[in-house]
């Protein structure tokens, strides 16, 4: 099985702050990557498919890059609404694997 | 608009059966594969299965092949999960997913507002 590491596990940052997270591939999955935001008690909402193409009414301020191995998630301004956890998800190959979650929090 | 409907979770005793279903709207039912997401309380997201668009190709996760059977109408549209021999660690939120393709490989798209099964004596 693929296994997916996010880091960091949290991180604290204030709105308007510039946050990237990361997510590792044990071996390469081209760019099958997707990543998701989940607020408590919702359910996820799917933000980057392919690794970098933002899925439709997803704001421009997110953007995804990588391929192979490796992969960021990159939030150029955070805004209020932005605070959640974030998952990637790696649909190369099965079992498709997830990530553990990064909890985005206010500072 | 895409719409994921799930239904059918409940409280079950270990060892029990359960069906739950993912009624669809808004896309070509027949187009799309379609997963299972779950959840368990506090825990990170878990594939569990994906159904192709003509149910001819179908996955499992490790820890359901053989209890779980993922299937599909695409007349009724709609997806179902047949969930067999219960453990108390199938205790989740069971999620709905739409793929963005056919095969499976198109990344999950859209989602349900899930259904929570509960194994517990």
């Known amino acids: 099985d693929i296994q997916m590491t996010q880091s960091p596990s949290s991180l604290s940052a204030s709105v308007g702050d510039r946050i990237t997270i990361t997510c590792r591939a044990s071996?390469?999955?081209?760019?099958?990557l997707a990543w998701f935001q989940q607020k408590p008690g919702k359910a996820p909402w799917s933000l980057i498919y392919?690794?970098?193409s933002l899925q439709s009414g997803v704001p421009s301020r997110f953007s995804g890059s990588g391929s192979g191995t490796e992969f960021t998630l990159t939030i150029s301004s955070l805004q209020p609404e932005d605070f959640a956890t974030y998952y990637c998800?790696?649909?190369?190959?099965?079992?498709?694997?997830f990530g553990q979650g990064t909890k985005v929090e206010f500072k | 608009e895409v719409q994921l409907v799930e239904s059918g979770g409940e409280l079950i005793q270990p060892g029990g059966s359960l069906r739950l279903s993912c009624v669809a709207s808004?896309?070509?039912?027949?187009?799309?594969?379609l997963s299972w997401v779950r959840q368990a309380p506090g825990r990170e997201l878990e594939w569990v299965s994906t159904?192709?668009?003509?149910?001819?190709?179908?996955n499992y996760a490790d820890s359901v092949r053989g209890r779980f059977t993922g299937s599909r109408d695409n007349s009724k549209n709609t997806l179902y999960l047949h969930m067999n021999s219960l453990r108390v660690e199938d205790t989740a939120i069971y999620y709905c997913?739409?793929?963005?393709?056919?095969?499976?490989?198109?990344?999950?798209?859209?989602w349900g507002q899930g259904t929570l099964v509960t194994v517990s004596s």
């Open positions: 997913a739409k793929d963005g393709n056919y095969y499976g490989s198109g990344g999950l798209d859209h």
């Open positions: 808004g896309f070509s039912f027949s187009s799309f594969a």
């Open positions: 159904v192709g668009g003509n149910s001819d190709n179908t």
């Open positions: 071996q390469g999955i081209g760019r099958y």
């Open positions: 392919d690794a970098s």
């Open positions: 998800q790696q649909y190369y190959s099965y079992p498709q694997t």
